[in-house]
């Protein structure tokens, strides 16, 4: 039986919402009724493929809804709601944009990707201090302390200056995705809702089999929803999740359904009111507590 570490560890410290807090809408985002943002697929042609030779975890990815989570942040209780939104403010990496130009975030390793719905992106770059830096693959780039972003019609790409590039070699098809060459990202994907998605993998096997873990949470009428899913290289086992669901802190105040098992993927549906939400609760993924300063020196 993987045990709860194990299944845990799938997100890594990477992805954990207190260690990204100062890296925009790195944090699990919110799903309700009415329209969505950008979809994740758009957003993940953006990731570089990685066969694991830099020492980087071959699938750390986060997609957030942000049209979605700005519908229901309101229905949480105390503060939550007030934490989650200034999380994907894109004020907080110093883009001169609005939070509701944001209607989605993909967050990688030392990338961020976003869907904007704002007419002008590139005057108003330009016009919020942002220093040209040239075009790539026609893309206009800018400098941003020292960062670079890349304005593509409706999205915008921040990262180092060579990850920047290589996501938009991505996205043109001049180099692989992630979709390309994450076995974990493609067995994965079709458990995600699309709304709320924390993937987290690798390309060995751990020694368990397990290739990658996802949680994805949804947020229908007054009802939080967790998909917890793990996949494996050969085979599943059905009671891969039971000492997470069952034990752990931030996990077991869900209402756990049967486990249940597509192919390659174990995977079980928890639920609880939205009332008791809390994603920042020990257990679950996000639950280490690094200061917005410190999360943004390690982007």
Not at 186 to 212: C, E, I, N, Q, S
Not at 261 to 271: A, E, I, L, N, R
Request: glycine share 16%; hydrophobic share 35%.
């Amino acid at each position: 039986m993987v045990q709860r570490r194990t299944v845990l560890s799938g997100v890594g410290a990477t992805l954990a919402l207190g260690s990204l807090a100062g890296c925009l809408a790195s944090i699990p985002g919110l799903g309700g009724d009415g329209a969505g943002g950008t979809p994740r697929e758009t957003l993940a042609g953006y990731v570089p493929g990685s066969d694991g030779d830099d020492g980087q975890p071959p699938l750390d990815l986060i997609y957030v809804d942000a049209r979605r989570l700005e519908a229901v942040r309101d229905r949480f209780p105390g503060t939550v709601g007030q934490q989650i939104g200034a999380l994907y403010d894109p004020a907080t990496v110093g883009l001169p944009l609005e939070r509701g130009d944001v209607d989605a975030v993909l967050t990688a390793h030392q990338l961020f990707v976003l869907g904007v719905d704002t007419d002008g992106l590139v005057r108003t770059l330009a016009d919020g201090g942002l220093t040209d830096a040239g075009r790539y693959r026609e893309v206009p780039l800018f400098d941003l302390d020292g960062q670079t972003v890349a304005a593509d019609s409706g999205v915008i790409v921040l990262g180092t200056d060579a990850r920047v590039r290589a996501a938009l070699d991505a996205n043109s098809g001049g180099a692989p995705s992630v979709a390309d060459t994450s076995t974990a990202y493609d067995h994965l994907a079709g458990a995600a809702a699309g709304t709320v998605d924390v993937f987290g993998g690798r390309t060995d096997d751990a020694g368990d089999g397990r290739l990658g873990t996802l949680y994805s949470w949804t947020f229908p009428a007054d009802t939080a929803r967790l998909t917890l899913a793990v996949a494996f290289a050969d085979s599943t086992d059905p009671d891969a999740l039971a000492t997470a669901t069952e034990s752990a802190g931030g996990l077991a105040e869900y209402d756990w359904g049967d486990r249940t098992t597509d192919g390659p993927v174990v995977s079980q549906v928890g639920t609880q009111p939205i009332g008791d939400f809390d994603l920042l609760r020990e257990g679950t993924p996000g639950e280490s507590g690094s200061s917005s300063a410190e999360a943004k020196r390690s982007c």
